[in-house]
Each structure stands twice: as structure tokens, then as C-alpha cells.
């Protein structure tokens, strides 16, 4: 046994336990990015409304599934939003976003040289690269089956293989959209490698060249995958196109589309 302490012979009782101090809370500091970005947004604010009273300026990286970047003014406030994976470029591509969403949402003409900056570090081949992991490893993509009620995409597929590919192409996921979509009639989603179909077109009074050219379009877009000349996006190649024309119905069946 201890021997009893002073306090305790004195007074017959434990000593209380010292007093703690607490440390005061640490005021909330902003990551260095985070307010490096806010002057560069406030920097293009007064630039493009040199006369305007500076709002308050929220911005916020968030985990998209894209490279999305959204402005919105409430109550004063400029509210941003972009995705993480702009959250470590270079600090003249922010300027770039900043001055691209800040002229969007005032409709001011944005500077050809902050447009270009930005389409030449998006269109990159490492952020292309992360672009696409981040949407196979974020996004869902839904689906919904390759039967429809009238045609079935995989013997669809199956017949155009053989027809122009030898029946040498891999077969990607095939589906109809969820949905009876009129302004996208039809995609090809490399990150998930599928093909989505409109709905719309899965009716009896629908010509199946109709649907054969849909498929074979998205169908070129495995075989020839979209490339990045002078910084911007070729979706459509001339070896593309050329592929395209082989097609021995495309007038009668761009003619259907047009009536849509």
C-alpha cells in the first residue's frame, strides 16, 4: 500500500485531481489551394466587372464523376463547385476556369487564350486518363437490357460484326436506354464500353436499317477512338467517315432520323 499523502492525513480525503488545461480550439484555416484559388477567382472578378462590389466567393472541390464546374450566385454569394481532379492543375488553368465561369454566368466573351489553355489541359492525355478511371470507378451506368420488345441489339451486333468487321470486334455491353431519349439517339461510353440504344427506336414500325445504322455508328467509335489533334477533340475522323459511307442503307436510314 502507498503511504497516504498529506492532503489525506490533513483532511482524511484523496487530493483532487489537478486542474487540465484545455487548450483553446484552432480556428478553421483554409487549405493553401483552397485560398490560392479564391484570389485567382477574385482576380478574374474584377477584371471582367471592374465596377461591380465583390461578392463572397465559395469554392468547394468536389468528388464528380466528370470534370464538371459549376458557378451559381445566391443571396450574394458565388457558390463553385469543381471536380478534385482540378484541384492540383496548374495555377494558369484555375485562372482559365475562373475566367471561363465567371464570363459564363455575367455573359461576357471569354478570352480565346483562357479557352484554350483549359481544352489543352482537359484534353491531355493524363487528365483524359483520369477523367475516364474516375467515371468507371464513380459512375454507374444504367442498364437496362440488349432485348427490346422488337429488337435485340446483340443479334443486331452480331450481324453488322460479320458483315464489316470480319466478326473480329469484341462485343461491348449492349443496351436500350432507360429512357425514349429524342436528342440522343445513341452513345458509345467508353469507360464502361457500352452501347446505349434509344429506346425510341424499339418499335415495330421502326426500319432495321434504322437501328443497323445507329449501332455500326457507335460501332466506329470502338474502332476508332476519339483522338486529340491541336487540343481539341476528333470525334469523327476522316477514317471515321470514310467507314461510315460503307454503309449501304445510311441515306434511307438518315432520312428516317430527320422525321423524328
Given at each position: ?19 487540465v488545461k484545455r487548450r ?60 478534385d481532379l482540378l484541384e ?53 451506368k444504367r442498364i437496362s ?116
Amino acid at each position: 500500500m502507498t503511504a497516504p499523502s498529506l492532503f489525506q492525513r490533513l483532511f482524511g480525503t484523496p487530493a483532487p485531481p489537478p486542474a487540465v488545461k484545455r487548450r483553446a480550439p484552432r480556428p478553421k484555416v483554409l487549405h493553401p489551394t483552397h485560398t490560392g484559388i479564391k484570389h485567382i477567382f477574385e482576380h478574374e472578378y474584377r477584371e471582367l466587372r471592374p465596377r461591380a462590389p465583390m461578392p463572397h466567393f465559395d469554392i468547394r472541390f468536389k468528388r464528380f464523376t466528370s470534370l464538371n464546374t459549376t458557378i451559381r450566385l445566391r443571396e450574394g454569394t458565388l457558390h463553385v463547385c469543381l471536380s478534385d481532379l482540378l484541384e492540383s492543375a496548374p495555377s494558369d488553368v484555375h485562372t482559365a476556369i475562373a475566367h471561363i465561369l465567371i464570363a459564363k454566368l455575367y455573359r461576357k466573351d471569354i478570352a480565346p487564350a483562357h479557352a484554350s489553355r483549359y481544352r489543352r489541359f482537359t484534353t491531355s492525355a493524363e487528365i483524359t486518363k483520369q477523367a475516364e478511371h474516375i467515371r468507371q470507378t464513380r459512375g454507374r451506368k444504367r442498364i437496362s437490357s440488349a432485348q427490346g420488345r422488337y429488337y435485340d441489339l446483340d443479334e443486331v451486333f452480331e450481324v453488322l460484326n460479320q458483315r464489316f468487321f470480319h466478326g473480329l470486334m469484341a462485343r461491348p455491353t449492349l443496351t436500350w436506354s432507360t429512357q425514349h431519349a429524342r436528342r440522343m439517339l445513341g452513345h458509345y461510353d467508353a469507360a464502361h464500353n457500352t452501347i446505349v440504344v434509344s429506346k425510341v427506336f424499339d418499335r415495330a414500325d421502326t426500319p432495321r436499317a434504322a437501328v443497323e445504322y445507329l449501332l455500326y455508328h457507335e460501332m466506329l467509335h470502338l474502332k476508332h477512338p476519339v483522338k486529340v489533334k491541336g487540343g481539341r477533340r476528333c470525334v469523327h475522323s476522316r477514317e471515321f467517315q470514310a467507314d461510315e459511307r460503307l454503309f449501304p442503307e445510311l441515306a434511307e436510314a438518315k432520312a428516317y432520323l430527320k422525321r423524328l
